[in-house]
Antibody
Framework: QVHLVQSGAEVERPGASVRVSCKAS????????IHWVRQAPGQGLEWMGW????????NYAQKFQVRVTMTSDTSISTFYMELGTLRSDDTAVYYC?????????????WGQGTLVTVSS | DIQMTQSPSTLSASVGDRVTITCRAS??????LAWYQQKPGKAPKLLIY???TLESGVPSRFSGSGSGTEFTLTISSLQPEDFATYYC?????????FGQGTRLEIK
């Protein structure tokens, strides 16, 4: 069965960077794009972007274009999302989510979420 | 980006009730719409995709309809486990967007 297991909670200072990992199992690693979605406390879902594990190609939401980097490591079936120049309003739970297909970007499997707290 | 507007923001209902949540897109998205259920402290769970296709394992009391700019999620007979927050999501364009959510609470 498909599993996406994310790294643990992080606490970072404003201006720092954070890297969240997402280890995939139970399916062909290169078969599906992985997207990242975040959720601030008590708020809704916000899409950040995707990575194609086949090519390493990415597409980022304009809001995060200059601060986010999504990568993947096929050798260990793991995806990464790095967000830089952190601000307090980046405090959120960050999810990785598998897109059903390369044409249909709805999310059939999600990681458990990683809480990133930005505080001085 | 395409804006998604859900209504209502909060819905109070009782076990056994039939409820409907609406999602409107700021421009046409054909049927490229999904619905998710989220419970506190948990990741969202896919319920419906392509506006009306039920995800495997999801109870048949959930149904979706609509196309273009207006969509609905209906729960035919609320069960205790259905009290949660529901989100719509459009995937018509590269800029994926979610509705702001509808919190379904016990009356």
């Amino acid at each position: 069965q498909v599993h996406l297991v994310q790294s643990g909670a992080e606490v970072e200072r404003p201006g720092a960077s954070v890297r969240v990992s997402c280890k995939a199992s139970g399916y062909t690693f290169t078969g599906n794009y992985i997207h990242w979605v975040r959720q601030a406390p008590g708020q809704g879902l916000e899409w950040m972007g995707w990575i194609n594990p086949n090519t390493g190609g990415t597409n980022y939401a304009q809001k995060f274009q200059v601060r986010v980097t999504m990568t993947s490591d096929t050798s260990i079936s793991t995806f990464y999302m790095e967000l830089g120049t952190l601000r307090s309003d980046d405090t959120a739970v960050y999810y990785c989510a598998r897109a059903f297909s390369t044409l249909h970007y709805y999310f059939d499997y999600w990681g458990q979420g990683t809480l990133v707290t930005v505080s001085s | 980006d395409i804006q998604m507007t859900q209504s209502p923001s909060t819905l109070s209902a009782s076990v056994g009730d039939r409820v409907t949540i609406t999602c409107r897109a700021s421009q046409t998205i054909s049927t490229w719409l999904a619905w998710y259920q989220q419970k506190p402290g948990k990741a969202p769970k896919l319920l419906i995709y392509e506006a009306s296709t039920l995800e495997s394992g999801v109870p048949s009391r959930f149904s979706g309809s609509g196309s273009g700019t207006e969509f609905t999620l209906t729960i035919s007979s609320l069960q205790p486990e259905d009290f949660a927050t529901y989100y719509c999501q459009q995937y018509n364009s590269y800029g994926i967007t979610f509705g702001q959510g509808t919190r379904l609470e016990i009356k």
